[in-house]
């Protein structure tokens, strides 16, 4: 199963942003989401997670309190709230299906979709 991220775009720091991931019905009733993200030059990173109910989610320590995961069921739709971006969350972010929640290890993730550029100005 791959999932389509987007939303992405050029943002000042300080600002937000709220990136999407679309998934299947059965995908959001089976598994979890991940997102994480990759800068240049850098390996993928985990970001953030949510369970496949949507009543736990897992932050990484760089984005905890800035960063807010979501789901809207109705819209098959998990989203990713950024807010008091950095420069140096600036990266391509990835959504994936997260059989393991959660799943925090890039390697453990079995299928990527295309990612969306998010660029954070200083």
């Known amino acids: 199963v791959q999932l389509q991220a987007y939303g992405g775009g050029l943002v000042q720091a300080g600002g937000s942003l709220r990136l999407s991931c679309a998934a299947s019905?059965?995908?959001?009733?089976?598994?979890?989401i991940t997102w994480f993200r990759q800068a240049p030059g850098k390996e993928r990173e985990f970001v953030a997670a949510i369970n496949w109910s949507g009543s736990s989610t897992y932050y990484a320590d760089s984005v905890k309190g800035r960063f807010t995961i979501s789901g809207d069921s109705a819209k098959n739709t998990v989203y990713l709230e950024m807010n008091s971006l950095k420069p140096e969350d600036t990266a391509v972010y990835y959504c994936a299906p997260d059989r393991n929640y959660p799943t925090v290890q890039s390697g453990k993730v079995l299928s990527w979709g295309q990612g969306t550029l998010v660029t954070v100005s200083s």
């Open positions: 019905a059965h995908t959001l009733r089976v598994y979890g």
